[in-house]
């Protein structure tokens, strides 16, 4: 069994989370973000995480996080998200999106080791999200519109010792975060994203640079 993925996508992320919460062994294959070839072999699309088993092929992240979770013990993931949570992914997103897009393109990330990768990447989002040195230039107030953002998640976060599909729609978020020099998160949430990187098998960026 095969999860190919990128390591900065939070939709990847949500995938290989049941691996390390529920023990499951798979192989775990990052493509260059500018390889189109691949995955539209796959499913007719360029997009990721696709899981390649003795089934096929299937993407879409919730999909995968399904399938995975009915290979081993009981099922976690399959409740509806808690309402406090999904609300707050929802109003937080453009401003978590303003800071993160433009920096994604980073080699600490294992599919922009390739300048064309950087490249494919820079061109794709920018005609989405805007222009990535236009985006950098807010940083200063889209920092300070996602602390406070970071401040309301407190009283709703998840118990960083269970799972559940809050933590599969959550995590790879504040992951992605993680990215963004000189964001401070609560000491609550910086707890639970730390908690949830051990448990999962997934490090943050910081320990991303280090093993570098």
Request: glycine content about 6%.
């Amino acid at each position: 069994m095969k999860l190919y993925v990128y390591d900065h996508c939070p939709f990847c992320v949500r995938a290989r989370m049941p691996l390390g919460l529920k023990g499951i062994d798979a192989e775990t294959v990052f493509l260059p973000n500018h390889d189109e070839e691949t995955p539209i072999s796959m499913i007719g699309a360029k997009m990721l995480p696709i899981l390649e088993d003795a089934d096929g092929h299937m993407g879409e992240s919730l999909d995968i996080v399904h399938k995975l979770d009915g290979l081993a013990g009981p099922r976690l993931f399959g409740e509806d998200p808690t309402p406090a949570i999904a609300d707050w992914l929802r109003q937080a997103n453009s401003a978590i999106n303003t800071l993160v897009i433009p920096r994604t393109p980073d080699p600490v990330y294992p599919e922009f080791r390739d300048p064309e990768a950087v490249a494919y990447f820079t061109a794709k989002k920018e005609v989405t999200f805007g222009d990535f040195d236009e985006l950098r230039a807010m940083t200063e107030a889209t920092i300070a519109e996602v602390e406070a953002a970071l401040e309301r998640l407190v009283p709703h976060l998840p118990d960083p010792e269970g799972a559940s599909i809050d933590d599969i729609l959550l995590f790879p978020v504040l992951r992605g975060l993680t990215i963004v020099p000189g964001l401070t998160m609560p000491d609550a949430v910086a707890a639970y994203t730390h908690r949830m990187a051990d448990r999962t098998g997934l490090p943050l960026v910081a320990e991303l640079r280090k093993a570098a």
